[in-house]
């Protein structure tokens, strides 16, 4: 006699009186580098954004509430820029969105060449970028 609760109890309760098939198996060796480059890709897509090269709006705003609560403890100062540029739709719907893009991403690398290293600058929306100036000393 069998004790209450034997696994072949649970298995004929779940899956009658036929056990599950096996639809496919592998047994070989497994090349894992395409998975790996996938998750670097989606880390990297998740962090900057793939038309300027810039932080993400995520990462750009992650950063500053890391520079704020920084400042917060030890009574510093951080400033913000927000660079908006105005009528760029223009520029989308006259020339196209891959114009648009290309000037997206001119615009976005003159303004890294315009600051220090120690300046953070992320994409902040379609139109505009977002400038973390750490440690400010006012």
Same mark, same amino acid.
């Not at 300027?52 to 995520?58: A, I, K, P, V």
């Not at 001119?106 to 290293?117: E, F, L, Q, T, Y």
């Given at each position: 006699?069998?004790?209450?609760?034997?696994?072949?109890?649970?298995?004929?309760?779940?899956?009658?009186?036929? #056990? #599950?098939?096996?639809?496919?198996?592998?047994?070989?060796?497994?090349?894992?580098?395409?998975?790996? %480059?996938?998750?670097?890709?989606?880390?990297?897509?998740?962090?900057?954004?793939?038309?300027?090269?810039?932080?993400?709006?995520?990462?750009?705003?992650?950063?500053? %509430?890391?520079?704020?609560?920084?400042?917060?403890?030890?009574?510093?100062?951080?400033?913000?820029?927000?660079?908006?540029?105005?009528?760029?739709?223009?520029?989308?719907?006259?020339?196209?969105?891959?114009?648009?893009? %290309?000037?997206?991403?001119?615009?976005?690398?003159?303004?890294?060449?315009?600051? #220090?290293?120690?300046?953070?600058?992320?994409?902040?929306?379609?139109?505009?970028?977002?400038?973390?100036? #750490?440690?400010? %000393?006012?």
């Amino acid at each position: 006699m069998r004790a209450a609760g034997f696994a072949g109890d649970r298995a004929k309760a779940a899956f009658g009186e036929r #056990p #599950p098939a096996i639809i496919h198996s592998f047994s070989g060796p497994v090349d894992y580098a395409a998975e790996v %480059q996938a998750k670097s890709e989606l880390r990297f897509l998740a962090e900057f954004d793939p038309v300027t090269g810039l932080r993400s709006r995520t990462a750009i705003t992650a950063l500053l %509430q890391e520079e704020l609560a920084s400042a917060t403890m030890l009574d510093g100062k951080v400033a913000v820029m927000f660079v908006d540029l105005t009528q760029f739709l223009v520029v989308n719907r006259t020339l196209g969105y891959a114009a648009g893009d %290309q000037v997206l991403a001119d615009i976005a690398r003159k303004v890294v060449a315009a600051v #220090p290293d120690t300046y953070l600058v992320g994409r902040f929306d379609g139109h505009s970028l977002l400038v973390v100036v #750490p440690d400010t %000393q006012a």
